[in-house]
């Protein structure tokens, strides 16, 4: 069983940014690989970016390219996404989850993720 604690989140105005991070707790937390997905009122869950356990391959939605990075720190067992240029739109909930799946193409479904933590939110200001 892994435990996932995500922080950092917050009103931020439209331009700032912010980092998020997601604490990992558990057997072999580290060995997982990660990600973000983001949820606002009424629209789905979106993937927001992920990163293998060796921190070598990320990825991210062409939308969101740029703006936001995804990185790690196996010896906290910590992974962060660091958010700038915010914008509106980008007001959610947003989560962090483990995952066993080495496909990168995968871990941008949600379905394919273990563990879950219980979220940050994130509100940005026009």
């Known amino acids: 069983q892994v435990q996932l604690v995500e922080s950092g989140g917050g009103l931020v105005q439209a331009g700032g940014s912010l980092r998020l991070s997601c604490a990992a707790s558990?057997?072999?937390?580290?060995?997982?690989?990660m990600g973000w997905f983001r949820q606002s009122p009424g629209n789905e869950r979106e993937f927001v970016a992920s990163?293998?356990?060796?921190?070598?391959?990320?990825d991210y939605p062409d939308s969101l390219q740029g703006r936001f990075a995804i990185s790690r720190d196996n010896g906290k067992n910590t992974v962060y996404l660091q958010m700038t240029s915010l914008k509106p739109e980008d007001t959610a909930i947003y989560y962090c989850?483990?995952?066993?799946?080495?496909?990168?193409?995968?871990?941008?479904?949600?379905?394919?993720?273990?563990?879950w933590g219980q979220g940050t939110q994130v509100t940005v200001s026009a």
């Open positions: 989850a483990a995952t066993t799946s080495t496909i990168p193409h995968a871990r941008r479904f949600g379905h394919n993720y273990n563990y």
């Open positions: 990163i293998n356990r060796a921190a070598t391959i990320v």
């Open positions: 558990g057997p072999s937390a580290s060995t997982y690989a």
